[in-house]
């Protein structure tokens, strides 16, 4: 059974201390990362996709990475409006999979 | 572009009534899906859909039914309704060709009493 976890579950952090989330996953065959941001009240927000160890991806202050069991999401100086949920993804075998979520890591930044 | 709406927004419901949540998507996509949302379980798969015609059971099906008549609607039924099914749903759809991800609704809060 395809698995993914999260940690940690919620995380404080002050605008500028940059940080990093984790996603550990168990699939048969990895198709494919996802991670997503939602904002309370809202939809999950595709932010990026990764599909083999050692690639990266980048927007603004975040970079995605992956390995082999596991992809960070690293914060670099963080601001308020980073604040929200962040979810990982995985997508096993053909491309009618559906995806499978983690719990997601709540961040908050303080100004 | 509208993107993925759903309809209603917020609901209440009776145990033991029935109701229809409608996924409308503006962008051709070939997938949808129904995920719902607990706190402390993450995004379940209920049901989804890979084509017009065509749907299969995700992780967490009893209780719900769906049907994919036209390609860009995706319905969810629930029959009859428990307070087991309070949650909030989403709405998802996706193209063919991977790596793009899922563009989501903006969800639907069910509270059944």
């Known amino acids: 059974e395809d698995q ?88 096993a075998g053909s491309g009618n999979t559906p995806l499978v979520f983690g719990k997601g890591t709540r961040l908050s930044v303080i100004a | 572009n509208a993107g993925v709406t759903q309809t209603p927004k917020f609901r209440v419901l009776k145990t033991g009534q029935s109701m229809t949540l409608l996924c409308a998507q503006d962008m051709n996509h070939e997938y949808m899906y129904w995920y719902r949302q607990d706190p402390g379980m993450g995004l379940r798969l209920i049901h989804y859909s890979v084509g017009e015609g065509t749907t299969a059971k995700g992780e967490v099906p009893d209780g719900y039914n769906v049907s994919r008549l036209k390609k860009q609607n995706f319905l969810l039924g629930l029959e009859s309704a428990a307070p087991s099914q309070t949650s909030v749903y989403f709405c998802a759809s996706a193209r063919i060709q991977g790596g793009y991800g899922y563009t989501f609704g903006s969800g639907t809060r069910l509270t059944v009493v």
């Open chain 1, 4 to 91: 993914v976890t999260q940690s940690p579950e919620a995380l404080r952090l002050q605008e500028g201390e940059s940080s990093s989330l984790n996603c550990s996953y168990t699939v048969s065959g990895l198709r494919g990362l996802f991670w997503y941001r939602q904002d309370p009240g809202k939809g999950p927000e595709f932010l990026f996709t990764l599909y083999s160890a050692g690639e990266e991806k980048e927007k603004e202050r975040l970079k995605a990475t992956l390995t082999k069991k596991e992809s960070f999401l690293h914060i670099t100086a963080p601001k308020p409006e980073d604040s929200a949920t962040y979810l990982c993804a995985v997508q």
